[in-house]
């Protein structure tokens, strides 16, 4: 496990090495992941919502579908030109390089009726998990659903996606929102709270 949110210079490594790391365009696994995502997500329609973690933008295409505004953050500039790319021709998409939670965006209070973190958050410590969640709380509409999707394998980062996810909710649930029992795939789950 590393000690330290992962920084900026290792997503662009990662990306400079292979522009889509993970197999978000080819995966089968991805694409059935995106799925259960988009059913968590519900049909919308979104006035504003917000994508943290949007990488190269496949899901971000998809999802832009049901919102009439959505911003999209990733921390790596080579994903997002993917993903801006990929989104060329959808306006009501903007994106942000952002290294979450220290420069989480200057939006107005409960400004936004949904929030997904997908493959994020185990990235993080969790202090900077605690003040992201705290972020997200500041901007979410009351009684909009906040979305997590995390790996629950192996992995070397600073937290599992256990326990990544569990913090998080903790946190919002700390708060006053409520958990809707967790869904798990193979090596996947799905949180959301309302």
């Known amino acids: 496990m590393s000690e330290n949110s992962w920084s900026r210079a290792v997503f662009e490594q990662l990306y ?5 790391p993970w197999g978000f365009e ?22 504003n919502a917000l994508e943290l973690g949007c990488s190269i933008g496949v899901l ?7 919102c009439g505004h959505l911003l999209a953050i990733d921390i790596a500039d080579a ?30 209070p409960e400004s936004c009726d949904l929030i997904l973190i997908s493959e994020l958050l185990y990235f993080l410590t ?17 009684g909009t659903p906040i979305i997590l999707v995390n790996w629950t394998g192996e ?14 909710i903790a946190t919002c649930c700390g708060h006053g929102l409520t958990a809707c029992p967790t869904e798990r795939q193979e090596t996947c789950r799905f949180d959301r709270l309302i």
């Open 16 to 20: 400079e090495q292979n522009p889509d």
């Open 79 to 108: 994903a997002l030109t993917r993903a801006r790319e990929r989104c060329t021709g959808l306006p009501n998409v903007n994106f942000l390089r952002a290294r979450l939670p220290d420069e989480f965006p200057a939006l107005p």
């Open 60 to 66: 971000t295409a998809t999802l832009a579908q049901r």
């Open 126 to 142: 969790p202090a900077d998990i605690t003040r992201l969640a705290q972020h997200c709380l500041a901007v979410r509409i009351c």
């Open 155 to 168: 992995t070397n980062t600073p937290c599992t996606g256990d326990s990544a996810a569990d913090l998080f």
């Open 26 to 47: 080819t995966s089968p696994y991805e694409h059935s992941k995106y799925a259960a995502t988009l059913s968590h997500t519900g049909p919308g329609p979104f006035r």
